[in-house]
């Protein structure tokens, strides 16, 4: 018996340990952050692809919609309408996007938005690679990581959801934020800074996959302090990154 309570006290401890540890909170709350955002990526990509088909459908039968049927004329002309709107939206966005990049010294590139964007703009400014080579890539490091001789070591609370994630990464349009962010630092052996459009520093990842803490530091301050850096800018509402190659 008191073999069995002092295991008991053991794992009791642990869990302390594991809860007044910042950075696995931090890890946490950040998966669960990002497991959100995979979801309503999934989510948004599924709508997409049901209005893609309606659309479809749609034109194959333009000829058959008369002014015998309003409703219908006037439901593509409300779709017509809300792409317009989207369009215009996103435009915007990038607007301002390549504006932000321009002040590093970087020239805009458009990606595509599909939940490839991140994959697409590093195969854009890295140009050593294709979105598939870059996931297959990320892939293997994660493997590795799992098995335990990559650059990433993970939180045992944390690899099966991890395990999930890298699982993703051999489908296109699969996107799970925190891993994939670190396994392309680690694998282009770079620094990857991530802002808003506000120019708020979401994530800086350090050429080892790490994950740097930048609690107080404004976007020019981050991006003087490393230069040589990746810069990408994500528009939370769309879920897109976009980014530019340096001059």
């Not at 991006?223 to 850096?229: F, I, L, V, Y």
Request: aromatic residues 4%.
């Amino acid at each position: 018996m008191p073999a069995i309570e002092g295991g008991q006290n053991a794992n009791r401890q642990t869990t302390v340990t594991d809860e007044n540890d910042p950075a696995l909170a931090r890890a946490l709350a950040l998966s669960r952050k990002s497991q959100q955002r995979d979801e309503q990526m999934r989510s948004a990509r599924e709508r997409a692809d049901v209005a893609k088909a309606i659309q479809r459908s749609l034109d194959s039968d333009t000829s058959k919609i008369t002014e015998s049927d309003p409703a219908m004329t006037q439901g593509l002309a409300s779709s017509k309408e809300s792409d317009a709107v989207r369009r215009a939206k996103a435009i915007r966005n990038e607007r301002k996007a390549a504006a932000i990049l321009e002040k590093y010294h970087r020239k805009f590139v458009k990606t595509v938005r599909d939940g490839d964007c991140f994959y697409d703009g590093m195969s854009k400014i890295r140009r050593d690679a294709s979105i598939t080579g870059l996931r297959k890539k990320s892939y293997d490091e994660g493997k590795r990581c799992l098995d335990g001789n990559g650059k990433l070591q993970f939180h045992p609370v944390l690899t099966s959801l991890f395990q999930k994630q890298i699982e993703m990464l051999k489908e296109p349009r699969n996107y799970a934020e925190q891993i994939d962010l670190r396994l392309m630092a680690c694998t282009q052996n770079c620094r990857i800074i991530v802002c808003d459009l506000d120019e708020t520093v979401i994530n800086v990842l350090g050429p080892e996959g790490e994950l740097e803490e930048y609690p107080k530091k404004t976007l020019s301050e981050v991006m003087g302090q490393h230069p040589e850096a990746e810069l990408f800018v994500f528009d939370g509402k769309d879920k897109h990154y976009m980014t530019a190659r340096k001059k």
